[in-house]
T-cell receptor, first 115, second 111 residues
Framework: GAVVSQHPSWVICKSGTSVKIECRSLDFQATTMFWYRQFPKQSLMLMATSNEGSKATYEQGVEKDKFLINHASLTLSTLTVTSAHPEDSSFYIC???????????FGSGTQLSVL | QKEVEQNSGPLSVPEGAIASLNCTYSDRGSQSFFWYRQYSGKSPELIMFIYSNGDKEDGRFTAQLNKASQYVSLLIRDSQPSDSATYLCAVKTSGTYKYIFGTGTRLKVLA
C-alpha cells in the first residue's frame, strides 16, 4: 500500500506553545489529505480536509485559528496546534487519499501531550 | 446524521476460531467500505475493502457486504493472538472525500 509518513511520533509541550505536525506521502501524490483526532478508546474524528494549494475545509466545531493546516505541496501537509492547552492532548493522525483507488492510508500518528 | 455503528466489544474468541465483526451504516448512498485494524497506540492499517455485494476473500480475511440490509462484516479465520486489536469499519459515500468511521470493535484472541 501507499506510504504516509508522519512526524513527530510523540511530542510533549508546555501549555501555550505551538506544535507542528508533518504528514508526507512518500510514494504518491496526494491532492487531498485528512487530519483526524482520536481520544482514548474512541473512534477517529475528522478535523479537516486539506487540499493542495487551497484552504483547508474544517469540520463543524473545529477551530480553524487553533488548528492551522497548510498543504503546500502534493506530498506535504502540516497541522499546527497553536497555543496548545491540556485539553488538546490527543492522538492526531493524518491520512492521504489515493484518488482513483479510494483507499485511505494513514500516517503513524502523533501523540500530543500538553502539560 | 450519517452513522456507522459497531459493537464496541470486547469480542473474545479462542485461538484458531472464526472471529465475526459486524458493522451497520445509515447512508444508503455509501459506495465503498473498508476495514481497518488498529493496535493500541498505533494508527489504523487497511486490511480489507469491498465495493460490491457479496463476499471478498483475502487470505484469512473475508469481507461481506449486503447493501440492501446496509450491513458489512469481517470474518477472520484461524484467529491468532496477533489479531487482537480494534477493528474499525469505515464507509465512504460516492462523490465525497469523507470517510465515516465506526467506533471500532475490540477483538481479543485467547491463546
Amino acid at each position: 500500500g501507499a506510504v504516509v509518513s508522519q512526524h513527530p511520533s510523540w511530542v510533549i509541550c508546555k501549555s501555550g506553545t505551538s506544535v507542528k505536525i508533518e504528514c508526507r506521502s512518500l510514494d504518491f501524490q496526494a491532492t487531498t489529505m485528512f487530519w483526524y483526532r482520536q481520544f482514548p478508546k474512541q473512534s477517529l474524528m475528522l478535523m479537516a480536509t486539506s487540499n493542495e494549494g487551497s484552504k483547508a475545509t474544517y469540520e463543524q466545531g473545529v477551530e480553524k485559528d487553533k488548528f492551522l493546516i497548510n498543504h503546500a505541496s502534493l506530498t506535504l501537509s502540516t497541522l499546527t496546534v497553536t497555543s496548545a492547552h491540556p485539553e488538546d492532548s490527543s492522538f492526531y493522525i493524518c491520512s492521504a487519499w489515493t484518488g482513483g483507488g479510494e483507499k485511505l492510508f494513514f500516517g503513524s500518528g502523533t501523540q500530543l501531550s500538553v502539560l | 446524521q450519517k452513522e456507522v455503528e459497531q459493537n464496541s466489544g470486547p469480542l473474545s474468541v479462542p485461538e484458531g476460531a472464526i472471529a465475526s465483526l459486524n458493522c451497520t451504516y445509515s447512508d444508503r448512498g455509501s459506495q465503498s467500505f473498508f476495514w481497518y485494524r488498529q493496535y493500541s497506540g498505533k494508527s489504523p492499517e487497511l486490511i480489507m475493502f469491498i465495493y460490491s455485494n457479496g463476499d471478498k476473500e483475502d487470505g484469512r480475511f473475508t469481507a461481506q457486504l449486503n447493501k440492501a440490509s446496509q450491513y458489512v462484516s469481517l470474518l477472520i479465520r484461524d484467529s491468532q493472538p496477533s489479531d487482537s486489536a480494534t477493528y474499525l469499519c469505515a464507509v465512504k459515500t460516492s462523490g465525497t472525500y469523507k470517510y465515516i468511521f465506526g467506533t471500532g470493535t475490540r477483538l481479543k484472541v485467547l491463546a
